[in-house]
């Protein structure tokens, strides 16, 4: 098993009032290599809260959560962001490249940071220029993209290091129908070619495009849809349709997001 949460749950507590929220309250679930999961859920459900502890930006209050057997909650301060860079990739809404550096050099960072070898960059390089169709794009500075293109380049960036795990936030937020769905399309394509992916999204369309729905509610797992051999869009329609039911049936037809 590559990735098994258990009994994670998360309580904030504000510094100076006694006021506690149970962000999580009892997760747990596993996840192969290889499968592309989405987290739905609606606004404070803890969504986030999980991603944050998965991504180790975050410790749990109780709970464990083994990557590859081992526990990444029990990671020390100073060696976290080192195994960040060797085992996460990360998708943002807000794509988070460096706006200064050119799209080459924002995609190498974690590989500079890491002091790869320089054929090896080169080589992952032109790889993920290719898989993500942005070779004419490298020689841009990062500012100079459109919101799709930005996607692509913060797309291959996540990957170049190889991750055991890919993590997104929202990663359609800041995109529009059509990008959304070609970002969604990468994803599917990058994730048939192995790479296990865990999604956060509101969206049901979004949603419809993983292996696996997760469905979070007051910090806990509550439901899960496997898609099986159907396309996006019938799945969709199940995710919709789930949805629905647990609001009370309120909105039966169209894209019932969160
Ligand atoms: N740093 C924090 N301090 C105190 N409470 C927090 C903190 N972060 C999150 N919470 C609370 O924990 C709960 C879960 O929040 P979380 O951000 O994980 O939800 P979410 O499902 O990601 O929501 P959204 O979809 O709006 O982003 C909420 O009640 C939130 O107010």
Known sequence: ?????????????????????????????????????????????????????????????????????EDITAIKDQEVSIFRREHLGFVFQDFNLLDTLSVRDNILLPLVLSKAELNLMKERLKLMAEKLHIQDLLNKQAFELSGGQKQRVAVARALISEPDLVLADEPTAALDFKNSEDLMNILEDINLMGQTIIMVTHSSLVASHAKRVLFIKDGVLYHQLYRGNRSANEFSKEITLSIAAFLGGAREEGNADF
Do not use: C, Q, W
């Open 1 to 69: 098993m590559l990735l098994e949460v258990k009994h994670l749950k998360k309580i904030f507590k504000t510094r100076f009032s006694k006021e506690e929220t149970m962000a999580l309250a009892d997760i747990d679930f596993s996840v192969e290599a290889g499968e592309y999961i989405s987290i739905m859920g609606e606004s404070g459900s803890g969504k986030t809260t999980l991603l944050n502890i998965l991504s180790t930006l975050e410790k749990p209050t109780s709970g464990t959560v083994l990557l590859n057997s």
